[in-house]
């Protein structure tokens, strides 16, 4: 079996900078370094103002950024031999493309507050393509560095926001919120439940030893692609059924009410997970809340893949198969998380079962020839911060 190894902070760290002092010479500013994450439930909902429970993972992403005194922007990775230089007057939609879009479009959204050109090198241990929001751990490292190496005076909501834009409009990337939010939130231990309407927040405890289980995470290794068009057609469909409704959100109806003035069956489908999908969130923090974290949670989990399976159609074969087997070996559940269409999936196990679900888990994707998954440690962690 694959286990994704967590590196230590000060590795990550020491690796930002050492590429740094490689392509730039000198050293840098400072390091940040903010966390991926994986949502517990609460699946394709974020934009549709609903309610979403993600927490951080011990897998992050740092930067080492140097300011300079022009309006220049130099990028390099760990992870690719593709760099970026580019003037910050140069960015725009679609400028940068690649992974510098999510670097750049952060300056880009802070460009009123003052930001200008800086020297960044990054290096992470969040998966790429893995839907554990890599793309919002590097937003959010970066937009906490141009923070305080340019004084902006702004509070975390300002650079959740240029987060999100960034993705939005730089990147083109349709994306929610939810990453960006708890990159910036979290509390170890902790799960955040956020109401994707108001922007409220509240940390819900997330002690799964206290209930004899373990969250394992499943990176089917097959790509997770949010910029193709099916996650867009997603939201297009909600937009749709709202001016059929007549609302501007679906939150405080019943499944009932929000289907019953549809008449197109894929309208339905998709509203009606939205709708049962926000009731299931609710009802996980309830239970978070009274320290139960087993089989009613499991049961939740597994009903969010039936919809996002069925009725949202946004999973796929690997992510069904992990799903599938990870039941049949004695998980009390398991959903997929993230934007589906490949990606990962998570599962509720019993603490002694761990490596058992694992091994079926792999033994179904050799079955069915599908990529050999990764599995990674999902233990609630912290949000966004200076490492040096």
């Keep these: 079996m694959n286990w994704l190894d967590v590196i230590a902070e000060v590795d990550l760290a020491d690796g930002a900078a050492e590429l740094f002092r490689t392509k730039f010479g000198g050293e840098p500013d400072g390091v940040w370094i903010a966390p991926g994450r ?3 439930i609460g699946e394709h ?3 549709a103002g609903g309610l979403v429970l993600p927490f951080a993972l011990p897998y992050a992403t740092a930067v080492a950024v ?3 005194e022009d309006s220049t922007m130099r990028a390099v990775s760990t992870h690719t031999d593709e760099s970026w230089t580019g003037e910050l007057g140069e960015i725009g ?3 940068p493309s690649g992974w510098a879009a999510y670097v750049a479009g952060v300056s880009w959204a802070l460009r009123e507050h003052g930001v200008g050109g800086v020297d960044v090198a990054v ?13 919002a751990a590097l937003e959010c490292s970066f937009a906490l560095a141009l923070s305080e190496l340019f004084d902006l005076q702004v509070d975390r909501k300002v650079l959740i926001q240029a987060s999100i834009r960034a993705e939005n409009e730089i990147a083109g990337a349709s994306t929610g919120g939810m990453d960006q939010n708890i990159a910036m939130s979290a509390q170890a231990g902790h799960a955040l439940l956020l109401d994707c309407l108001d922007g409220s927040t509240r940390q819900i405890p997330l002690d ?5 289980t373990e969250l394992l995470v499943i990176d089917t290794n097959a790509p997770h692609r949010l910029v193709d068009g099916q996650y867009g057609a997603r939201r297009q469909a909600l937009d749709t059924a709202y001016a059929e409704l007549g609302v501007t959100t679906l939150r405080g109806l019943d499944v009932e009410q929000a289907v019953s003035g549809l008449v197109d069956d894929t309208l339905v489908r998709r509203v009606r997970h939205v709708v049962s999908e926000i009731g299931r969130v609710e009802q996980a923090a309830a239970l978070l809340d009274r320290g139960a974290a087993g089989t ?26 992990a799903v599938d087997a990870a039941l049949r070996a004695g998980a009390h559940g398991a959903r997929m998380t993230g934007g589906g269409f490949g990606g990962s999936a998570i599962a509720l196990v019993p603490s002694d079962l761990v490596q058992a679900v694992a091994s079926e888990i792999g033994s179904s994707a050799t079955r069915y020839d599908l990529p050999v998954p990764t599995f990674l440690t999902a233990e609630p962690s912290g949000s966004a911060h200076r490492f040096f």
């Design 38 to 40: 994986v949502n517990l």
């Design 45 to 47: 909902i974020d934009y």
């Design 66 to 68: 140097r300011r300079r």
């Design 93 to 95: 939609p679609g400028t």
């Design 123 to 135: 290096h992470s241990s969040v998966p790429v393509g893995s839907g554990l929001s890599s793309s």
């Design 208 to 212: 799964l030893e206290a209930s004899g």
């Design 296 to 321: 009613e949670l499991g049961e939740l989990m597994t009903a969010s893949h039936r919809s996002l399976r069925d009725d949202y159609e946004v999973s796929s074969p690997e992510l069904d198969s």
